[in-house]
């Protein structure tokens, strides 16, 4: 997917989670983000589009030394969902006005402005996800959306120790594990091998599709995306896992997102 396609999707999310909440009560419980309700995960949504257009707005080099950003919450909790809405016309328009392929500063591997719409978009996707499952709502996620956002969370997740620190654990003496779809076919598509060193963890980038992991996961894009988001239990019917099940319990236990 391109930066522009990313731009439509964050639209088509977001309209698909307001949709999602705006008839709902918002004081349902989302078990999938504990402690949260509806309009919790509502307004999480809105403030990070809301953060994420500020930081495009200003093109940033350096990282933000503040994460103060004018919300204009709603007064009413039943606003939340045409705020939400609010935010993301506002962030599509920022998009439109934004040079995508322009240097910026990103907490991930990609130091252009791009990268803060394909991260908003996952966002919002997971979190629509959420509110569907909170709601007893199969979620229904694209097949190249989530082989994106498969993409998309293992080559950042190695730069994530920030917020997510028990990444920094994800560490093994030369140990692999791959990710395999089982729906769909092309070269390269849907096959992604991580490799762990003593030193930390990375994507291999050229790896053959023969090559034999020390553990694998298999299963359907979608579920996968939200089995790497920690949505779904790999003991679910909906995976195979293979090799080493001692080395992916070290992968789950730490990589929390």
């Not at 402690?35 to 940033?60: C, K, M, N, P, Y």
């Not at 439109?96 to 991260?119: C, K, S, Y």
Request: aromatic share 8%.
């Amino acid at each position: 997917m391109n930066p522009a396609q990313h731009g439509a999707a964050v639209a088509a999310e977001a309209a698909g989670f307001v949709a999602t909440v705006k008839a709902a009560d918002l004081s349902t419980p989302v078990p999938t983000c504990p402690g949260w309700t509806l309009a919790d995960l509502t307004q999480h949504v809105g403030s990070v589009h809301r953060w994420f257009t500020e930081l495009l707005r200003r093109r940033i080099q350096q990282p933000p030394t503040s994460r103060e950003v004018d919300l204009r919450l709603p007064q009413d909790r039943d606003g939340l969902p045409d705020w939400l809405a609010a935010s993301a016309a506002e962030a599509a328009e920022v998009f439109a006005a934004t040079d995508l392929e322009a240097p910026m500063w990103a907490w991930g591997v990609d130091q252009h402005a791009r990268f803060w719409v394909r991260r908003m978009l996952f966002e919002t996707l997971v979190h629509r996800a959420d509110a569907e499952i909170a709601l007893g709502i199969p979620p229904h996620i694209d097949r190249a959306l989530a082989v994106d956002g498969i993409d998309e969370f293992l080559t950042n997740l190695p730069f994530a120790s920030p917020f997510a620190p028990l990444t920094a654990q994800l560490r093994a003496p030369d140990r692999t594990i791959r990710f395999s779809c089982t729906d769909g076919e092309g070269e390269g598509d849907g096959d992604w091998l991580v490799g762990l060193r003593p030193d930390g963890f990375a994507l291999v980038a050229d790896h053959a599709e023969t090559r034999t992991a020390d553990a694998t996961v298999r299963g359907a894009a979608a579920d996968l995306l939200l089995l790497l988001y920690g949505r779904l239990d790999r003991q679910s019917d909906a995976f195979r896992l293979l090799g080493d099940q001692d080395l992916l319990t070290h992968w789950f236990t730490h990589s929390a997102f």
